[in-house]
């Protein structure tokens, strides 16, 4: 089963300063059928204009991914992190016990667009802990995030998998794992998935296919969500 969620019918907020779509129900966008994928909670889709971004507030027991798409997030937290994260690099923050953390658009002049991911831990008040790398260089199907940091990904504390997708006018083969769910979330571009047509702002959920093909036509790139089973 190949279910598409479009684009168009996210959740919509535009706060002045920031312009985001809420796959999954978020702050005063709800829908009881939207409210998260088996581990996967939030996927907010993030436009900040120059120079503006979320002050410092608190997080507790949250894996937190940064996916940036356009632009630097500026961040800094109550681990000492300061950091900036550009285009094809990934964060992920263990929020743990508690961090309070800041996210600007580092730039006074360009707007900021990422995705922020948030995925519900395995483990209650752990140790807060960050995490960044740069994957701008990667193409085909490449794993981002793992539980025990496989093949050169981030670590995060859930049984799940996230692999980026970048294709360019070709078909790329991905085999799902026994008893595994998958949501695939279209970042940029259009792609077909097992005949399915999905363009930028798309999710899907993938239950029981046996298989999976990514097809384009010209360069597309996505997120693939592998999660636990229900």
């Known amino acids: 089963?190949?279910?598409?969620?479009?684009?168009?019918?996210?959740?919509?907020?535009k706060h002045g300063w920031l312009d985001s779509r809420h796959s999954f129900s978020f702050a005063e966008y709800y829908d009881p059928a939207f409210m998260g994928f088996s581990d996967l909670r939030v996927i907010n889709d993030d436009w900040v204009d120059p120079?503006?971004?979320?002050?410092?507030?608190?997080?507790?027991d949250m894996e937190i991914i940064t996916y940036v798409l356009?632009?630097?997030?500026?961040?800094?937290?109550?681990?000492?992190?300061?950091?900036?994260?550009?285009?094809?690099?990934?964060?992920?923050?263990?929020?743990?016990?508690?961090?309070?953390?800041?996210?600007?658009?580092?730039?006074?002049?360009?707007?900021l667009n990422f995705?922020?991911?948030?995925?519900?831990?395995?483990?209650?008040?752990?140790?807060?802990?960050?995490?960044?790398?740069?994957?701008?260089?990667?193409?085909?199907?490449t794993l981002l995030i793992s539980p025990d940091g496989e093949e050169g990904s981030l670590p995060i504390r859930q049984d799940t998998r996230v692999y980026k997708i970048l294709i360019n006018s070709e078909a790329l083969p991905f085999k799902p794992a026994p008893k595994r769910i998958y949501y695939v979330q279209i970042a940029r571009g259009e792609l077909s998935l097992n005949g399915t047509a999905l363009t930028a702002g798309d999710g899907a959920y993938i239950v029981e296919e046996e298989s999976l093909t990514f097809s384009a036509d010209q360069q597309a790139e996505a997120l693939l969500f592998e999660l636990r089973s229900f």
């Open 1 to 13: 089963m190949i279910k598409v969620r479009a684009g168009n019918d996210r959740g919509h907020a």
């Open 51 to 60: 120079g503006a971004g979320f002050g410092t507030h608190p997080h507790q």
């Open 70 to 111: 356009e632009g630097t997030v500026e961040h800094r937290d109550t681990m000492n992190t300061h950091s900036r994260v550009s285009a094809g690099e990934v964060q992920i923050m263990s929020a743990g016990s508690g961090v309070r953390h800041s996210e600007y658009n580092a730039s006074s002049t360009e707007p």
């Open 115 to 141: 995705l922020q991911i948030w995925i519900i831990p395995n483990q209650r008040d752990a140790e807060p802990r960050y995490g960044q790398k740069d994957f701008s260089d990667s193409a085909g199907i």
